[in-house]
Structures are given as C-alpha cells and as structure tokens.
C-alpha cells in the first residue's frame, strides 16, 4: 500500500498537469464552435470520423475519472474517515466508470451514423 | 497594580473546563510566567510543564488564545491586548495527562515511524566509522538538511496541523521534517526504508500544504517544504525506478 501511495498521488498529478491543459483546449473550443450558433451537425461534422478529437476526449475522460476518484478517495478518508481496501475498489470503480461514460459519449461523437 | 484575567483548562482524559484566574498584570511576562504564577501562588496542583525556559527545550508548548505556541518565549503583549483575558489550553492533536500538560508519547512515537534516527552508511553495526564524512557546507543536500535542523520538539506543528486532526494515523509536519533531514544526510544509510515509511496516507501524500506548520513554528523552520521535498524524491524515485 505504501508504493501504491506515491503511485495514486504521482497519478493525481500529471492527471490535474494534463487536465489544466484539456479544461482550456475544451474551453475554447466550446467559446470559437457557438459563434455562429450551435447545432448538432455542427458538433457531428467535427467530430464524426476525426481520430484525434476522440482520443483527445477520451484521454480527458480517463484523466478526469481517475483524477476525481483519488480526490474523493482522499476527501473520504479526512472528512468522514472512510479508509481501508473495500473502500478503495469503490473509488477505483467510481473512477473508471465516469471515465466509461466519457469515453462512451466520445466514441457516439466519433462514430454517429 | 493592574491585572490580567486568565481562563485555563483543567482537567485530564476523561474531561474538563475552564477555570478563571487573576494575576498581576507586568510589563514583561510571558505566557510560561503567569502559568507559573498561578500555580505558585493559586493552584499548586496545576499541572503543566516546563523545562529551559529560553527556547531550547520544546517542552512548554500550549495553546494560547487558539494558536499552539511556546509559552516560554511568548510575551503576553504579543498575543492580548490589555483588558484581554488570555486563554490556555493543553495542545491540541494530543492526549491530556492533566491539565496543560499533554501525553507527548504519540508525537514521538511517530518520529520512530518515520524511521527520524540516523543510520550510518558506512558501519552499519552502529560502530565508528574509520574515516570523517566530509560534507562540504555549501553542498545542496547539506543546506537542505540544515534548514530543518533545529526542530526542539516543542509538537506546536503538530498540533496546529489539520491532517495530524483528521487522521490519527499522520505522521505529522515534525517527524517527517527529521525524516527530510536525514533523507538529506549523506552519511545516512536508511533512505529506503525511510522513504516507505514517509509515503502513502499517513505520509507525505496527505499532507496540503497548507503550510501552517511553517507559519506557527516557533523556531521559523519550514516542514511544509520538507514533506513537498519528500513527495518530490518519492515522485522521482518512483517514475525513474530507483525504488
């Protein structure tokens, strides 16, 4: 569990580093897109079919996961002191399944018919 | 002569409250003082405890109007202002014995945890080594460790600090500013073990930085940085596989 503590704080971090730069790409992107108004086919015609828009929000989407469940991990264990392996695989869970769902939506974008 | 109004915990693990007491009011006293005051001259069986009384020996260390201090080198001008009534309580984060005297054995039950004793590189059976380390003084590792060289501990990071608080298992802002110390000693054998015993949830790992530790410090050392410096090695170590 030791190693584990350096490996979850180490993950946090380059996941925030990485998030910093995604939340501003994702911003602006969002503020230059609805400009001219905003319509799904307008959203389809940039994503469908464009690898790197899905591997970009998937990486956002794993990062994000990963970075809110060592945080709620951590706020848990101080605030409420929910500590311990059982709780652990809830967080891990958590993590992985918001990661699913935006890499679900990611890969809807990327693939919509 | 005019005098000061203080209010002071009593009692011991199973409970207390507050007592009120006055004492003469001088142009120079400190904290350590008017405890002495009181138990000299109104409550012989105040428990409390003091030793050097000149900052060296970390013993005296309270909470004064809700800020861990030490008391000896603590001038009640600095911290009420006249007419104020002072407040002292035993530290908090810690047992109470009686009192204003608290149960240290924790604290430094901690320094032992996180491995805060020297290991000799060169005799590890304890024995002399042969030869002088040489440590240039202005080497980087030298410096580092002398900045967090002259903890007394007096437990005023501990018990100022919202992690020890909420997890009882913390090692704590002064066990780990050791822990840094000899991280930094090239003369120091036990970084691997130490290093483990520094990281993860009751390590470095929790610790925000909120940096009160440094801020209430009464000798002005920095733990705070000394567990960013600790996380550091440990990130580094770790990624680069030397541990």
């Known amino acids: 569990m030791r190693q584990s503590g350096t490996q979850l704080w180490a993950i946090q971090r380059i996941t925030a580093a990485f998030l910093g730069i995604a939340v501003i790409v994702h911003l602006v992107t969002i503020m230059i897109a609805v400009r001219g108004g905003l319509s799904a086919t307008e959203i389809l015609a940039r994503t469908r079919g464009a690898e790197l828009w899905f591997a970009f929000y998937a990486i956002f989407a794993l990062c994000a996961g990963l970075h809110g469940a060592i945080g709620l991990r951590n706020i848990a264990g101080e605030w409420l002191g929910l500590r311990g392996r059982g709780v652990d695989a809830l967080w891990v869970s958590t993590g992985l399944v918001t990661a699913a769902f935006g890499i679900r939506a990611a890969w809807g974008l990327y693939h919509a018919g | ?243």
């Open chain 2, 1 to 243: 002569m005019a005098e000061l109004k203080v209010r002071i915990w009593r009692g011991d693990a199973e409970g207390g409250a507050m007592q009120e007491f006055t004492v003469p009011a001088r142009e120079n006293q400190t904290i350590l003082d008017v405890v002495t005051q009181i138990q000299r001259e109104q409550a012989p069986d105040l428990a409390y405890r003091f030793a050097c009384r000149v900052g060296m020996c970390g013993s005296c260390a309270m909470e004064v109007n809700g800020r861990a201090r030490w008391t000896c080198r603590t001038h009640v001008k600095r911290v009420a202002q006249p007419g104020e009534t002072l407040e002292i309580r035993p530290l908090a984060n810690l047992p109470v014995i009686r009192d204003l005297a608290t149960d240290m054995a924790p604290f430094f039950d901690k320094w032992a945890r996180a491995q805060g004793s020297f290991q000799p590189k060169d005799a590890a059976d304890g024995s002399v080594p042969a030869e002088f380390a040489v440590v240039p003084p202005t080497s980087k590792k030298r410096a580092q460790a002398d900045a967090g060289i002259e903890c007394i501990g007096c437990g005023v990071c501990y018990a100022s600090c919202d992690i020890v608080a909420w997890n009882k298992d913390y090692l704590g802002p002064a066990a780990m500013n050791r822990a840094w110390t000899l991280v930094n000693d090239v003369r120091d054998g036990g970084n691997a073990a130490r290093l483990d015993a520094v990281s993860g949830d009751a390590g470095c790992h929790s610790c925000h930085s909120t940096q009160t530790c440094t801020e209430r410090c009464p000798k002005n050392l920095d733990p705070s940085s000394a567990i960013a410096g600790l996380k550091r090695t440990l990130f580094w170590d770790s990624l680069l596989g030397r541990r």
